[in-house]
Structure formats: C-alpha cells, structure tokens
DNA sequence: AGCGATGCGGATGAGCTATCCAGTTAAACT
DNA sequence: AGTTTAACTGGATAGCTCATCCGCATCGCT
C-alpha cells in the first residue's frame, strides 16, 4: 500500500519543497507554510495539498535523520560490548537532536498523522530499550533506570546544549552533558583495588571519540 | 528609581492581569494577550501598555517563584555541608522549574528587557556558582563542571521530565532524573572497604526527601 | 468645582493560516 | 497524433491573532 504513484509534476513540487524546507530548518527558521509556496516559487494550494500543516512537513524533513538514526542503532545491536553499543547509541542520538533542528519538535509532538515517523520512532524506542537492557544485564547500567527514561533523558540533555548558548560548540557540550549523564556529576569513589571487576573493567571508556 | 506610582485604577488593572496571567500559565494555557484583556475585562491597550509583549507579562509572572527561588539559595549558603546544601538547591530549582511553567520560556529567553528579572537571574546563578564551587573544593563534586554549566542542565532535567508525559508525577520524576543526574547511568564500583572517605562519607545522601 | 495628567478601551490595519475551485497538465486510451 | 479525464496547480480570499493608535474617561490635586 504505497499510496499510489505521484505524478511527475506532482514530484517535482513534492521535493522541492522538502529541501527548501530543510534549508529554513537548519538556519533556524520556523516553517511557514505560505512563506515556502513563494520560495519554492508555487502556490500555497500546492505545498497545503502534500502537507496539510506545517508539521507535518517538519516530520517529513526529519524522517531521512530518523531513519539514519536507527540505522546506526541497529547497527549498534551488533557491537559485543554492551555497554559501548549504548553508549555509543546514546550518543549518535543526542549529536543528532543538536544538528537537526526538525528532530525536537517531531519527537516532542504526540502526533500519529505520519505514519512512517510513528513507525520510525517506535523503531528507535525498542532499539534503545533492548541496548538498555542488554547494559543493565552486563552490570554497566544502574538497574532503576526504565527503557521509558531514556527518551526524555536524551531529550534532557540536548536541550541542555542548545540553553547553553553557542551554536557552534554545541555538539560538543552535548557530549559532554551526556558524559555527565553518564558518569553522574558527584566524584566517584576511588577505585577499588584494581580487581574483582564484574567481568568488565568498570564503565566502559568515553562513549566515542571519533 | 521607582518609575513612578501608578495610579489607583492602573495598579487595580495591574493586578488582574497580572492574576489572570498567573491563572492561565498554571493551566498551560500560552498567553495571548488580547484574550487576557477580554478575560480581566479591560480593553487590549491597557494590557499592552502594562505589558508590551506576552513575554514581558510572562516574567512578570514569573518574578515572585525566582524570588522564593532565591532566597532559598541564599538559605542553602549557610549549610555547612556543601554536597547537601548543593543538592537541595538543585532539587528546589528543578522542582520549580516543573511546578511553575512560566520559569522555563523567562529562563531560556535571552531578553534583559525586566531589569527585575535579570537581577534575580544573576543573583540565582551567583549563587549557583558559589554552591558548586564550595561542593567542588570539598571534593564532593567533579572538577569539570563549569558554573555555567548548571543552568543548562538544570533546565534539561527540567524539560526531560516535562518530555516524560504524565503531568501528575512530574515533579518525582524530575527529582528521579537529578538524582540521576548526580549519581550517574553507569552503575559505579563496589565502595572501597568503606574508608579513606575524604573527609565525608561519599556523596550526600540523596538530595531530599520531604 | 475645575483642571491637567494619566490611564482606558476598542476600532483598526498588518500578517499569517488554511480553503476552495476554475484552469492547466500529465498520462492513459483510440 | 488526437482525445479524454483524473490529477495537479495556483492564487484569491475568508478567518484569525497581534499590536498600535488616539479620542475619551477618570484620577488626583488645588
């Protein structure tokens, strides 16, 4: 059920509006679906007609970011370690809500309408949980921690970055709000002896540092 | 430089929508100006004159909550264990960012527009600044973290919480997500033989629990 | 009571959202 | 190629919210 092939024309329009919306989505402009019709050089009929609101639009420009996000978190699935696939999962996800702006507000949104956003999002959801369980299971994560947290959680720290201040290092201080997440802000007692590790020695190392 | 005493019907004015104003946020109801203006019964100009943005009148609402907020601070600064006297503070600001929803939107907005407001923003973050770096020198604190970094994760505790759902348990779940936030995801290192306690027993119990 | 200054109120224009339909175009059929 | 028709286009326009402006009412003082 694909909902019937686009005309040609009909195409054109359809991306050329995406990608002009994308444009005014990464230089911060909040999409206006009138303003958009006279940049992509069309009517206002046009662009109402492939997205009914501005929303919905702004989900469509997310969805490739969706879709490359969980790619990745299933990706991560495969790595061995649990507590570096988390880590790493965790971080590709907040670096992503820095650097796309059509990410908070899609996620933030209860809205069902598109069905393949609500298709990706419950992907990335059980992606994290089965990554969440996996770490609690090997002993890196505290156990009072519920797959429902992480969402929020993550959200919480980019949210933090972009409060922060400037854009330009914000990728950076999300990662290291997320490292502080992590490893928590109180100073961890010294380390015991060296020994007796649970299998592993300690957290794992600094999510990625590529 | 008191601006001037307003007259009686003015400051009766003022009141009102100043109530009504607090009323609607408590409901989560986004200010609209002219809409207050049909609620206290006045015309839209007498609004707009007392507050010439939604923002304006935001912050105004605002005001008394940083005030307590403050204060509280202040009191915090004469505890003489600075992990605990840190830790509540947290635990107050976040509790009064998720119970008063006119805090977030005054704390993001970069406007220095109510003298008022900034002052005791100011006043707020020196305070900050003072409690964690006390908790710092005490070693109860990691050294990374910058003053300027409290704000931000403060409000991302805030708003993770916010992004959780269920309004009625917000502020247990916002106390969960600090705590969290202090402790760490990762689950830490059996305690050494529960000694060498750097002048204090680990960290501070959790933060509070009236 | 009379008089300035101060504050009031709502009519109003500007800007944005979203709809609707007459006209145009792509593509299937002959 | 010519015809048909279903799909798509574009912009005029109605509905709505924001914010201003200014003639009029009210206050506080003498």
Redesign the interface.
Known sequence: MTTAPLRKDAARNWERIVSVARDLVDEGTPLQLNDIARRVGTGVGTVYRHFPTAEALLETVATPTLEALTAQGEQALADDDP?RALADFLTRTVEAQVTDASLAPV??AATDALPRTTELKQALSSVGTELLERARDA????AD?TP??L???M???????T??GAPATRVE?AR??LT?????????????GAT??PGRP??PGSPRSD
Not at 139 to 142: A, D, E, H, L, T
Not at 155 to 161: D, N, Q, R, T
Request: proline residues 10%; aromatic residues 8%; glycine residues 12%.
């Open positions: 507590g996620t933030a002993g890196v994560v505290r921690l429902a947290d969402v929020p959680l959200c919480g720290v980019a949210y933090a970055a409060v922060h201080t290291r709000y502080a997440l992590l490893e928590g802000l109180y100073v961890r007692p010294e380390r015991p007796a590790a300690g957290p």
